[in-house]
């Protein structure tokens, strides 16, 4: 047993950002925080189910607006920018 606890590891890119799942993110949660310009923040990417707690808890620290985006894991150049 070590004394101290081990920083988990930085999870890959397709797996859900909840620690220990160990499931594939396939959601990725955004809020955007009323007042102060509307920030929008991504909350991390999850697993369906964890995306859906994250979200709740993130909405009731921040009171804003959630959005659940699909992640997709190697959409690095197969991005479908919204342009506005
Ligand atoms: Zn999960």
């Not at 709740?56 to 659940?68: D, K, M, S």
């Amino acid at each position: 047993m070590t004394p101290w606890i081990a920083m988990p590891p930085p999870p890959s890119l397709n797996e859900c950002a909840w620690l220990g799942c160990g499931h594939v993110a396939q959601v990725e949660v955004f809020i955007t925080v009323p007042g102060s310009s509307r920030r929008v923040g991504s909350v991390g990417r999850f697993c369906v189910g964890h995306a859906v707690i994250r979200g709740i808890q993130a909405q009731t620290r921040h009171h804003g607006q959630l959005w659940y985006c699909p992640a997709r894991p190697q959409a690095r150049h197969h991005i479908q920018a919204a342009s506005n």
